[in-house]
């Protein structure tokens, strides 16, 4: 579950990359586009109407415009997007309680024990012993897990009508994750358990940057190698909506010449877009739900959002804060681990840190203090979103596009939850907190840029 968490999380966040070269300048025709965007963006903006027609002498409101947005959601529709997302606080703990119970199972019914006297037999080569146990012990974590994987990724997804897959197509992409995790857990666990062996005192640091390397490696290859199994990208071929992106991207100086459009109508509903890949791997991507419900203004509000993880280097970031975290993680687990085996582990027929049974025991603290974590790993996350979001407004200058699609994301996301929920829960901004940016950035009326380019003419003379 360790891995399985480590490998999932790592492809969710999908950080930008680190790639910096210089692209060409910015198309002087941007201006142009921006505002009548900003027209056509306008025309059915509750919030616009309720206050701008109130006459110009009467300031625009921002947490007035805010409400305004809020309140034209039905009753029926938020009460059933806050259901949905408030299940999946109790689905955070239903899966803390899974894991831990399935690992003081393997521990306290000696199965973990006889898995590794198992792969003893079966081989004298320490790291194929590693092999042997980790594959089995993937196996049977996901086979324990599965009911409550099924009821939360796919009977749940169908009842808030967010799925769109058969139980065949749904059962099929599983298996495939499934060889992917038993390839990608089993490398990493042959090298920690080496690292574990090597450096019995001082495994936690070394273990640590093992989990960095893997993270970066699992990132880099993604888009090349893991994405195209589930989903078909293809380049966005409509200059439509192509050219504004583009243009926002040479405004920035992001190197992409080319924007994906990606097929996740196959599996949800949901509206949404990434960068994901790091160095040369880099791509983004906006996904057939975005482009089929949302008008250009909005969707150039989501690219520039995306735009803002790359240009803010979130990708290096949030490797490098993750890595803080699971290096004191790992410190508090060598401590915990040894505790838990001075004590247990004669019972439990654990050895040591380099003991393949011990993998459960290790899983256990891990997990415990990644539940623990959770607020802080949500807010971590949460404030690069809202850097991105920043950047986004900025460059997108499309308030309205903005509120339009924080509504949109309010279909999964509850979009006016209290303070205390959106820290403990909130893994990007609440859609009330993400509107209220918006209408902040539109009640500034920043000017566009008055001063002139050089004459030429009169610099001559
Ligand atoms: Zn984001």
């Known amino acids: 579950m360790l891995i399985l968490l480590i490998v999932t999380s790592a ?14 300048t910015a198309s002087p025709a941007i201006s142009d586009k921006v505002s009548s965007f900003e027209r056509v963006a306008r025309v059915n903006d509750p919030a616009y109407r309720s206050t701008a027609t109130a006459g110009d002498a009467k300031p625009f409101d921002p947490a007035a415009a805010t409400q305004a947005w809020l309140d034209s959601v039905p009753r029926n529709q938020r009460e059933k997007s806050d259901a949905y997302f408030e299940g999946g606080y109790w689905l955070i703990l239903w899966n803390f309680l899974l894991t831990a119970a399935i690992s003081v199972f393997l521990l306290a019914s000696l199965f973990s024990a006889r898995l590794r006297d198992f792969s003893e037999r079966v081989t004298k080569i320490k790291n194929f012993q590693v092999a042997s146990y980790a594959i089995l012990y993937l196996l049977f974590v996901y086979a324990l897990s599965f009911p409550l994987n099924l009821y939360e990724n796919f009977f749940r997804e169908h ?17 495939l994750g499934l060889a992917l995790t038993l390839v990608g857990g089993t490398l990493l666990v042959v090298v920690l358990y080496a690292v574990f062996r090597c450096a019995p005192r001082t495994w936690w640091i070394w273990g640590t940057i093992v989990m960095i390397i893997f993270w970066g490696t699992v990132v880099l290859i993604a888009p090349v190698y893991i ?14 909506i192509r050219d504004p992106i583009l243009a926002m991207a040479r405004a920035n100086e992001i190197p992409v010449k080319q924007v ?10 949901r509206v949404s877009a990434n ?17 089929k419900q949302c008008t250009l203004p909005e969707i150039r509000a989501v690219m520039a959002h995306e735009m803002g993880h790359y240009v803010l280097n979130h990708g290096g970031k949030l490797l490098t804060y993750f890595g803080i975290l699971i290096l004191v993680g ?32 290790l899983a256990l603290i891990f997990n415990t ?9 949500n807010t971590v996350v949460r404030i690069t979103e809202r850097e991105a979001d920043a950047f986004g407004i900025n460059t997108s200058r499309e308030p309205e596009g903005m509120a339009k699609v924080a509504l949109k994301l309010g279909a999964y996301r509850k979009l006016n939850p209290t303070p205390l929920e959106e820290f403990i829960f909130f893994d990007h901004p609440s859609g009330r907190a993400r509107i209220r940016m918006a209408m902040d950035w539109k009640a500034a009326d920043l000017p566009t840029g008055e001063s002139h380019a050089p004459d030429n003419q009169s610099a001559t003379h």
């Open 11 to 24: 492809m969710a966040l999908m950080p930008a990359s680190a790639q910096d070269s210089p692209a060409q």
């Open 159 to 175: 009842q808030y009508g967010l799925a769109t897959q058969s139980f065949a197509q749904w059962f099929r992409e599983q298996l």
């Open 227 to 240: 994405e195209p199994l589930f989903n078909t990208y293809k380049p966005l071929t409509d200059p439509k």
């Open 260 to 269: 994906f459009e990606v097929d996740a109508s196959r599996q949800t509903t």
């Open 275 to 291: 960068v994901a890949g790091l160095l040369g791997t880099t791509r983004v991507a906006l996904n057939d739900n975005l482009l």
């Open 330 to 361: 790992l410190a508090l687990t060598r401590i915990l681990f040894d505790t838990a085996v001075k004590r247990w582990g004669g019972k439990w027929r654990v050895r040591s840190i380099a003991d393949p049974a011990g993998l459960p025991l």
């Open 369 to 377: 203090l990644l539940f623990f974590a959770t607020p802080v790993l």
